[in-house]
């Protein structure tokens, strides 16, 4: 029982580690138009255009944040994921409250993975394969290669096709959804509190630059 604890525990661990980089890869995805580009074709870029952000020695982690932060606006369907991430919840929000709500969120997404940008370690982004899902959203399975074997994490981005182009709208890592993990986060708080104490919570967290998901710092030596 302790071996599988420790097991458990491990996986946890790096799972949450590595979310914060494959959460900086598809910021820096883009936008591209649906009818020019495949989903997969939008992920595939995705290193190519953040590398350079995260391997930059002469930029701070805040500057490499802000950089990630002005095309993650364009490359994720913020108001999808917060529809998502609050499920039954997003109709208790008034329409102000659902605005705010958003734009807490995304501040907070970034709170909780910029104090990871630095754990970069000249990773590469294998395209494994595509899958058509429900509303005609198209996943993406991807690998993130960090020297083979159980260090390289499985990641799956989820697209949406809106106003002719492919956005995320979530970011599976090793099978634990971004989605889900607030979600479940998000309901308690609701159910407890309604909107106005999730809005003050997020509003609290992100002023402090804390985060309501805790993100364990990574295993060393893969």
């Known amino acids: 029982m302790k071996r599988s ?4 525990s491990s996986t946890a661990t790096r799972r949450s580690a590595w979310a914060a980089i494959a959460l900086a890869l598809a910021l820096a995805s883009g936008a591209a138009r649906a009818e020019e580009r495949t989903p997969s074709q939008v992920v595939d870029g995705l290193a190519n255009q953040v590398v350079p952000i995260l391997q930059d020695k002469s930029l ?36 102000a409250q659902q605005a705010e709500f958003e734009s ?13 940008i630095e754990n970069y370690n000249n990773e590469r982004v294998q395209i494994l394969s595509e899958r058509k899902e429900n509303r005609g959203d198209v996943t993406v399975q991807t690998k993130i290669l960090r020297g083979g074997h159980s260090a390289d994490v499985v990641v799956d981005y989820r697209l949406r096709e809106r106003d002719g182009q492919w956005k995320i709208i979530d970011i ?20 407890n509190g309604g909107p106005d104490r999730l809005l003050t919570l997020l509003k609290e967290k992100n002023a402090s630059g804390e985060t309501l998901v805790p993100t364990p710092p990574p295993q060393s030596g893969g």
């Open 5 to 8: 604890m420790r097991t458990t």
């Open 60 to 95: 701070t982690t805040d500057q490499k944040r802000e950089r990630i932060e002005q095309i993650a606006y364009q490359a994720i369907d913020f108001n999808t994921l917060s529809k998502l991430v609050l499920a039954r919840n997003w109709t208790k929000f008034s329409p």
């Open 104 to 116: 807490e969120f995304k501040r907070h997404l970034s709170v909780t993975y910029s104090h990871n």
């Open 172 to 191: 599976i890592v090793e099978g634990v959804s971004l989605v889900s993990n607030f979600r479940s986060q998000f309901q308690d708080i609701v159910a």
